[in-house]
């Protein structure tokens, strides 16, 4: 066997050197990614947290908050009108839109065999089809 010289030894030390600085900066490399994709994952979940709370407080102020005909419609059964139509019908389901979420406080009631829907009743007289608001108004005295 042949003594390992100086010059020999100072090289493969210089090689180890080189090889644990290339893992330790890997090893950083590495955690560094992980460190982003677990940042991208909290900033996943607290986005998707937002737009849940977003549209759980926008539920809920839509369901709470008033409809824009309430009065009117309050006033309009106030007044003895009273819609009859049939839940299946287009022009029935067209007249409860137009009232919204306010469509509540309408005395509805169903009614089969009618020639035209929807009927108003309003003052013991009967008015056929979809109502303007305008036309209810008029009728009943009540403001939109």
Request: aromatic share 12%; charged share 30%; proline share 2%.
């Amino acid at each position: 066997m042949q003594p390992i010289s100086k010059a020999r030894l100072e090289r493969q030390e210089e090689q180890n050197k080189l090889v644990q600085e290339e893992q330790k900066q890997r090893e950083h490399t590495f955690e560094l990614e992980k460190r982003k994709k677990a940042n991208k994952k909290y900033v996943i979940i607290a986005v998707s947290l937002l737009i849940f709370l977003l549209l759980g407080v926008w539920f809920v102020y839509s369901t709470l908050s008033p409809g824009k005909y309430d009065d009117f419609a309050k006033c309009l059964t106030e007044k003895g009108a009273v819609m009859y139509g049939e839940d299946w019908c287009k022009y029935t389901l067209a007249q409860k839109g137009m009232f919204g979420k306010s469509f509540k406080y309408i005395n509805y009631q169903v009614k089969e065999n009618l020639k035209l829907r929807p009927t108003w009743e309003i003052n013991g007289k009967t008015y056929t089809t979809v109502q303007s608001f305008e036309t209810l108004s008029a009728l009943t005295g009540c403001k939109i």
